[in-house]
């Protein structure tokens, strides 16, 4: 049985400056590239694995993906149970039962999105820690090593395969619960762009625009530091340059499906450093009260927030501008700022993503979307300071997108 590599705790300090020291230990190893799926089974060898349990949903079982992960590590030899019930969202009762069925497995592969990733993190934590799942919302709440995990994603989206975060949805109090910790930061990701070769055009937009999401809302943190800049600087020209093609010839082109996992997965080593910002804070309620799929809040949310957070970190909005390709020479920076923010209203429009409307949200539900907003983890690495009347304002401008 293995263990991830030792990791300094998770550093949350906001306003980090030249003068601070930030710690940089995100451990885990990325195995990545076209076929790479296949070597799973090899790789777990390598580590010792006798044993693992692998979770994944039923969509992923259909279309196969699931049968060559299976075939793969049942043909290194390792032992193997299958819980393919995942669902969008998964919940509290999904990361009990996914733990009940690891109790003597070495690992928990993760196989899917962030709904089959994050459920196998919180699962981890449960099987060497027991208790229910709710105990350890929050960061660094358990004591005992989780089960490593190995993440393969099948989306380039969540960015889950690298970070030390999940979400689990609590449907008794329509929440979504953040839990942190270095303990469930992948010891192994397998990026393999093939598994994502067949997805749908609404779903890699999402699941992309997502990804994009934390490109952008890392580099305008104000937890920022120069590593988590590099990633995502070159996260965010990927994305914005590949997006469209993988949507909409993502079954032929090859190469913009490359880059957007590449994009999804530096995206989300860039936020484990420099955290995100309030189109979170926004999205988590969409999702926990409307069931608006995470991207699709994400995505719908981004622009309107990118322009409200503008004035208080011009240059950066304005880098952002050159990473989407826009001539930016001779404007001032409050001009390249503006053009960042268009790009993204104008990528917005580009994409198939559904209005709130459709999802039933209403001008009655602002106020207590707003109230959970303002609860958010990710509020005060916002560049800008909100109230609740900022997000009660921010939602309403939401709401006249993609009509
Ligand atoms: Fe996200």
Redesign the pocket.
């Known amino acids: 049985m293995f263990r991830p590599v030792a990791q300094l705790p998770l550093d949350y300090s906001v306003f980090k400056d030249k003068k601070s020291v930030f710690s940089w230990a995100p451990s885990g190893a990325v195995l990545f590239g076209n076929g790479a799926s296949v070597r799973t089974g090899e790789e777990l060898k390598k580590l010792g694995v006798k044993k693992a349990t692998l979770v994944t949903d039923q969509g992923l079982v259909k279309f196969g993906i699931a049968e060559r992960i299976i075939q793969s590590v049942r043909e290194a030899g390792i032992a193997l149970d299958v819980y393919d019930k995942c669902e969008p969202d998964s919940s509290v009762e999904t990361v009990e039962r996914i733990a009940g069925l690891a109790q003597d497995s070495d690992v928990l592969i993760g196989l899917g999105g962030g709904s089959s990733m994050d459920p196998a993190k919180a699962a981890a934590i449960l099987v060497a820690n027991g208790g229910s799942i709710r105990d350890y919302q929050g960061c660094d709440k358990f004591t005992k090593a989780p089960l490593p995990i190995v993440a393969i994603p099948t989306a380039a989206g969540?960015g889950s395969e690298c970070t030390p975060f999940a979400v689990i949805a609590d449907r008794q109090r329509a929440w979504k619960m953040p839990i942190g910790g270095t303990g469930i930061m992948p010891a192994l990701a397998i990026c393999d762009p093939e598994l994502t070769y067949s997805l749908p055009a609404g779903v890699t937009a999402a699941t992309g625009m997502?990804a994009l999401?934390?490109a952008i809302e890392a580099y305008t943190s104000r937890c920022t530091e120069p590593i988590s800049d590099a990633l995502a600087m070159q996260a965010i020209r990927l994305i914005a340059h590949a997006i469209r093609p993988a949507v909409y010839r993502g079954d032929i082109d090859r190469d913009a499906r490359y880059d957007m996992m590449m994009g999804a997965m530096l995206a989300g080593y860039a936020f484990t450093s420099a955290s995100l910002g309030i189109s979170?804070c926004m999205?988590h309620p969409l999702g926990a009260q409307y069931q608006v799929p995470?991207g699709v809040a994400?995505a719908l949310c981004l622009p309107v927030v990118m322009e409200f957070n503008m004035g208080a970190w011009p240059e950066r909005y304005a880098d952002i501008a050159g990473f989407f390709g826009e001539d930016t020479c001779g404007m001032s920076v409050r001009e390249a700022a503006k053009t960042g923010v268009r790009c993204v209203y104008e990528l917005l429009e580009d994409m198939p993503i559904r209005p709130l409307e459709s999802f039933g949200v209403t001008e009655g539900s602002l106020e207590r979307l707003a109230d959970d907003a303002m609860l958010g983890g990710d509020r005060p690495n916002n560049p800008r300071m909100t109230t609740k009347e900022d997000f009660i304002q921010l939602y309403r401008k939401v709401m006249t997108l993609k009509k």
């Open positions: 969540t997502d999401t934390h979170h999205a995470h994400n």
